[in-house]
Protein backbone atom coordinates (compact mmCIF):
# COMPACT_ATOMS: atom_id res chain seq x y z
CA UNK A 1 0.00 0.00 0.00
CA UNK A 2 1.18 3.11 -1.12
CA UNK A 3 0.78 6.46 1.02
CA UNK A 4 1.54 10.10 -0.34
CA UNK A 5 1.47 13.95 1.24
CA UNK A 6 0.27 16.29 -0.89
CA UNK A 7 0.21 20.46 0.27
CA UNK A 8 -1.13 23.26 -2.01
CA UNK A 9 -0.07 26.86 -2.62
CA UNK A 10 3.70 27.26 -2.77
CA UNK A 11 3.81 30.55 -4.54
CA UNK A 12 5.72 33.76 -5.04
CA UNK A 13 4.58 34.37 -1.54
CA UNK A 14 5.48 31.49 0.19
CA UNK A 15 9.02 31.67 2.04
CA UNK A 16 12.01 29.15 2.80
CA UNK A 17 11.19 29.31 6.37
CA UNK A 18 7.33 28.40 6.22
CA UNK A 19 8.28 24.95 4.26
CA UNK A 20 11.09 24.71 6.87
CA UNK A 21 9.18 24.75 9.46
CA UNK A 22 6.30 23.06 8.81
CA UNK A 23 8.33 19.88 7.03
CA UNK A 24 11.61 19.67 8.72
CA UNK A 25 10.50 16.46 10.29
CA UNK A 26 8.28 15.29 7.54
CA UNK A 27 10.23 15.48 4.14
CA UNK A 28 12.96 13.18 5.05
CA UNK A 29 10.22 10.25 6.50
CA UNK A 30 7.97 11.00 3.07
CA UNK A 31 8.15 13.16 -0.26
CA UNK A 32 6.01 16.27 -0.27
CA UNK A 33 4.52 16.93 -3.51
CA UNK A 34 4.26 20.58 -3.26
CA UNK A 35 1.46 22.15 -5.98
CA UNK A 36 2.38 25.28 -6.67
CA UNK A 37 1.49 28.03 -8.24
CA UNK A 38 3.51 29.77 -11.78
CA UNK A 39 2.10 33.26 -11.40
CA UNK A 40 0.11 33.84 -8.38
CA UNK A 41 -2.23 36.44 -7.89
CA UNK A 42 -3.26 37.41 -4.04
CA UNK A 43 -6.39 36.39 -2.89
CA UNK A 44 -7.78 35.99 0.81
CA UNK A 45 -5.38 34.09 2.73
CA UNK A 46 -2.54 33.86 5.59
CA UNK A 47 0.29 34.52 4.24
CA UNK A 48 -0.44 36.90 1.45
CA UNK A 49 -0.31 40.58 2.53
CA UNK A 50 -3.69 42.39 2.54
CA UNK A 51 -2.88 44.93 0.12
CA UNK A 52 -2.57 42.14 -2.68
CA UNK A 53 -6.03 40.48 -1.82
CA UNK A 54 -7.76 40.49 -4.90
CA UNK A 55 -5.83 42.97 -6.97
CA UNK A 56 -5.06 41.58 -10.11
CA UNK A 57 -1.43 42.11 -9.98
CA UNK A 58 0.84 38.45 -10.81
CA UNK A 59 3.18 37.59 -9.26
CA UNK A 60 5.49 34.88 -11.02
CA UNK A 61 7.26 32.53 -8.81
CA UNK A 62 11.31 33.17 -9.69
CA UNK A 63 10.60 36.86 -8.31
CA UNK A 64 10.68 35.53 -5.17
CA UNK A 65 14.67 35.61 -5.09
CA UNK A 66 14.91 32.92 -1.85
CA UNK A 67 11.97 30.20 -2.87
CA UNK A 68 13.39 29.07 -6.49
CA UNK A 69 16.96 28.17 -4.84
CA UNK A 70 15.36 26.63 -1.62
CA UNK A 71 13.19 24.35 -3.53
CA UNK A 72 15.36 23.10 -6.18
CA UNK A 73 17.54 22.37 -3.00
CA UNK A 74 14.89 20.03 -1.60
CA UNK A 75 14.26 18.92 -4.93
CA UNK A 76 17.50 17.34 -5.73
CA UNK A 77 17.56 16.18 -2.00
CA UNK A 78 14.31 13.98 -2.79
CA UNK A 79 12.23 15.69 -0.17
CA UNK A 80 10.02 17.52 -2.59
CA UNK A 81 8.28 17.02 -5.85
CA UNK A 82 6.57 19.74 -7.59
CA UNK A 83 2.59 19.95 -9.35
CA UNK A 84 1.31 22.47 -11.40
CA UNK A 85 -1.26 24.29 -9.00
CA UNK A 86 -3.44 26.37 -11.25
CA UNK A 87 -1.61 29.18 -13.25
CA UNK A 88 -2.64 32.24 -11.34
CA UNK A 89 -5.10 30.82 -8.78
CA UNK A 90 -6.93 33.76 -9.31
CA UNK A 91 -10.79 33.53 -8.06
CA UNK A 92 -13.61 34.73 -10.60
CA UNK A 93 -16.98 35.97 -10.08
CA UNK A 94 -18.45 33.25 -11.48
CA UNK A 95 -16.25 30.62 -9.92
CA UNK A 96 -12.38 29.53 -9.10
CA UNK A 97 -9.84 29.51 -12.00
CA UNK A 98 -9.88 26.16 -13.66
CA UNK A 99 -13.71 26.62 -13.59
CA UNK A 100 -14.45 30.12 -14.59
CA UNK A 101 -11.22 31.08 -16.61
CA UNK A 102 -11.68 31.61 -20.58
CA UNK A 103 -8.47 30.41 -21.20
CA UNK A 104 -7.35 27.11 -19.61
CA UNK A 105 -5.77 25.51 -22.39
CA UNK A 106 -2.75 28.01 -22.49
CA UNK A 107 -3.23 28.24 -18.27
CA UNK A 108 -1.89 24.88 -18.21
CA UNK A 109 0.38 24.69 -21.12
CA UNK A 110 2.30 27.96 -20.33
CA UNK A 111 2.42 27.28 -16.10
CA UNK A 112 3.51 23.65 -17.02
CA UNK A 113 6.92 25.37 -19.30
CA UNK A 114 7.27 27.88 -17.07
CA UNK A 115 7.20 25.92 -13.75
CA UNK A 116 10.12 23.02 -15.63
CA UNK A 117 12.20 25.59 -16.42
CA UNK A 118 12.21 27.84 -13.52
CA UNK A 119 12.63 24.62 -11.30
CA UNK A 120 14.45 22.09 -13.35
CA UNK A 121 11.93 19.56 -12.02
CA UNK A 122 9.65 16.78 -13.97
CA UNK A 123 6.11 17.75 -13.49
CA UNK A 124 3.67 14.86 -13.83
CA UNK A 125 0.65 16.28 -11.83
CA UNK A 126 -1.98 19.05 -11.63
CA UNK A 127 -3.63 19.74 -8.32
CA UNK A 128 -7.21 22.41 -9.40
CA UNK A 129 -7.05 25.50 -7.27
CA UNK A 130 -10.10 24.99 -4.34
CA UNK A 131 -10.19 21.51 -5.94
CA UNK A 132 -12.45 22.90 -8.53
CA UNK A 133 -12.74 22.08 -12.20
CA UNK A 134 -14.54 22.25 -15.25
CA UNK A 135 -15.33 19.78 -17.91
CA UNK A 136 -12.93 22.15 -20.33
CA UNK A 137 -10.53 22.67 -17.56
CA UNK A 138 -10.18 18.69 -17.70
CA UNK A 139 -9.38 18.59 -20.97
CA UNK A 140 -6.88 21.16 -20.86
CA UNK A 141 -5.19 19.33 -18.29
CA UNK A 142 -5.41 15.96 -20.12
CA UNK A 143 -3.98 17.77 -23.46
CA UNK A 144 -0.63 18.22 -21.26
CA UNK A 145 -0.56 15.02 -20.52
CA UNK A 146 -0.91 15.41 -16.95
CA UNK A 147 -2.61 13.68 -13.99
CA UNK A 148 -5.29 15.05 -11.87
CA UNK A 149 -4.21 15.07 -8.06
CA UNK A 150 -7.53 16.16 -6.10
CA UNK A 151 -10.04 16.30 -3.77
CA UNK A 152 -13.66 16.19 -3.30
CA UNK A 153 -13.46 14.93 -6.89
CA UNK A 154 -16.83 14.86 -8.56
CA UNK A 155 -17.45 11.21 -10.41
CA UNK A 156 -20.37 12.46 -12.80
CA UNK A 157 -19.60 11.51 -16.14
CA UNK A 158 -21.25 15.01 -17.91
CA UNK A 159 -18.03 16.50 -16.19
CA UNK A 160 -15.47 14.47 -18.76
CA UNK A 161 -15.16 13.99 -22.34
CA UNK A 162 -16.38 10.60 -22.75
CA UNK A 163 -13.98 7.76 -23.65
CA UNK A 164 -13.93 4.09 -23.28
CA UNK A 165 -12.99 4.09 -19.51
CA UNK A 166 -16.02 6.44 -18.51
CA UNK A 167 -18.78 3.72 -18.16
CA UNK A 168 -16.54 1.22 -16.40
CA UNK A 169 -15.13 4.02 -14.09
CA UNK A 170 -18.58 5.19 -12.98
CA UNK A 171 -19.56 1.60 -12.39
CA UNK A 172 -16.14 1.39 -10.27
CA UNK A 173 -17.71 4.02 -8.09
CA UNK A 174 -21.07 3.06 -7.80
CA UNK A 175 -20.33 -0.58 -6.43
CA UNK A 176 -17.81 0.86 -4.43
CA UNK A 177 -20.14 3.27 -2.67
CA UNK A 178 -22.87 0.48 -2.33
CA UNK A 179 -20.29 -1.83 -0.77
CA UNK A 180 -19.54 0.52 1.79
CA UNK A 181 -22.89 1.50 2.21
CA UNK A 182 -22.89 4.87 1.46
CA UNK A 183 -25.83 6.94 -0.48
CA UNK A 184 -24.81 9.46 -3.59
CA UNK A 185 -24.78 12.21 -0.87
CA UNK A 186 -22.07 10.58 1.37
CA UNK A 187 -18.66 12.05 0.80
CA UNK A 188 -16.12 9.78 0.22
CA UNK A 189 -12.69 9.16 -0.97
CA UNK A 190 -12.04 6.28 -3.74
CA UNK A 191 -9.00 4.96 -3.35
CA UNK A 192 -8.15 3.98 -6.21
CA UNK A 193 -6.60 5.57 -9.15
CA UNK A 194 -8.75 6.34 -12.24
CA UNK A 195 -7.72 5.89 -15.87
CA UNK A 196 -9.06 7.41 -18.74
CA UNK A 197 -7.93 7.52 -21.93
CA UNK A 198 -5.66 10.96 -21.80
CA UNK A 199 -5.30 11.06 -18.09
CA UNK A 200 -5.91 9.62 -14.55
CA UNK A 201 -7.30 10.90 -11.60
CA UNK A 202 -7.08 10.03 -7.38
CA UNK A 203 -8.37 11.31 -4.61
CA UNK A 204 -6.45 12.74 -1.08
CA UNK A 205 -8.06 13.33 2.27
CA UNK A 206 -7.86 16.79 3.64
CA UNK A 207 -5.53 17.45 6.18
CA UNK A 208 -7.48 20.64 7.50
CA UNK A 209 -8.34 22.36 10.72
CA UNK A 210 -10.67 20.12 12.98
CA UNK A 211 -9.13 17.12 11.36
CA UNK A 212 -8.56 14.40 13.73
CA UNK A 213 -6.01 11.97 13.68
CA UNK A 214 -9.04 9.05 14.15
CA UNK A 215 -10.56 10.52 10.81
CA UNK A 216 -7.67 9.79 8.76
CA UNK A 217 -6.63 6.91 10.24
CA UNK A 218 -10.42 5.84 9.46
CA UNK A 219 -10.16 6.98 5.96
CA UNK A 220 -6.66 5.29 5.69
CA UNK A 221 -7.63 1.45 6.86
CA UNK A 222 -10.79 1.90 4.55
CA UNK A 223 -8.57 1.98 2.05
CA UNK A 224 -6.25 -0.55 3.28
CA UNK A 225 -9.41 -2.70 3.63
CA UNK A 226 -10.24 -2.20 -0.23
CA UNK A 227 -6.59 -2.65 -1.19
CA UNK A 228 -6.03 0.76 -2.60
CA UNK A 229 -3.57 3.87 -1.53
CA UNK A 230 -3.89 6.72 0.39
CA UNK A 231 -3.15 10.35 0.08
CA UNK A 232 -3.29 13.41 2.92
CA UNK A 233 -3.60 17.18 1.47
CA UNK A 234 -3.07 20.19 3.26
CA UNK A 235 -1.61 23.93 2.66
CA UNK A 236 1.63 24.75 4.33
CA UNK A 237 -0.26 28.00 5.90
CA UNK A 238 -2.90 26.58 7.61
CA UNK A 239 -0.36 23.86 9.86
CA UNK A 240 -0.26 24.98 13.25
CA UNK A 241 1.03 22.59 16.30
CA UNK A 242 -2.67 21.04 16.15
CA UNK A 243 -2.37 20.12 12.54
CA UNK A 244 1.05 19.22 13.12
CA UNK A 245 0.76 17.06 15.41
CA UNK A 246 -2.42 14.95 13.57
CA UNK A 247 -0.01 14.77 10.71
CA UNK A 248 2.60 13.13 12.72
CA UNK A 249 0.48 10.96 14.81
CA UNK A 250 -0.82 9.42 11.50
CA UNK A 251 2.77 9.03 10.24
CA UNK A 252 3.41 7.29 12.89
CA UNK A 253 0.75 4.90 12.46
CA UNK A 254 0.88 3.94 9.19
CA UNK A 255 4.80 3.32 9.37
CA UNK A 256 3.96 0.18 12.07
CA UNK A 257 1.84 -0.97 9.41
CA UNK A 258 3.31 -3.95 7.47
CA UNK A 259 3.31 -3.53 3.79
CA UNK A 260 2.92 0.23 3.87
CA UNK A 261 5.91 2.78 1.26
CA UNK A 262 5.86 6.10 2.06
CA UNK A 263 6.36 7.42 -1.43
CA UNK A 264 6.02 10.76 -3.59
CA UNK A 265 2.41 11.28 -4.56
CA UNK A 266 3.44 10.59 -8.56
CA UNK A 267 4.39 7.08 -7.39
CA UNK A 268 0.46 6.89 -6.92
CA UNK A 269 0.11 6.78 -10.25
CA UNK A 270 1.90 3.46 -10.76
Not at 7 to 22: G, I, K, Q
Not at 128 to 149: C, D, F, T, W, Y
Amino acid sequence: MKVALRDDDTCYFTSPETLERVYHDVWDRLPVCLATVPFAIGYERKGIPQEHWRSGEAFALDKNSAIVPFLKDQIGRGRVTIALHGYTHQDYPNGYEFQAAPDPERRVREGLQYLKATLGAPISLFVPPHNAISKRGMQAVAGEGLNLLGSFLSFRPSLRAWDANTLGNWWRIRTYRATTGRTKRDAFVYPHVLRYARHAEFGCHSLIPGTTVQELVAGFEEARRAGGDFCVATHYWEVDQAIKDVLLRFLDHVERVPGVQLVPAESLFG
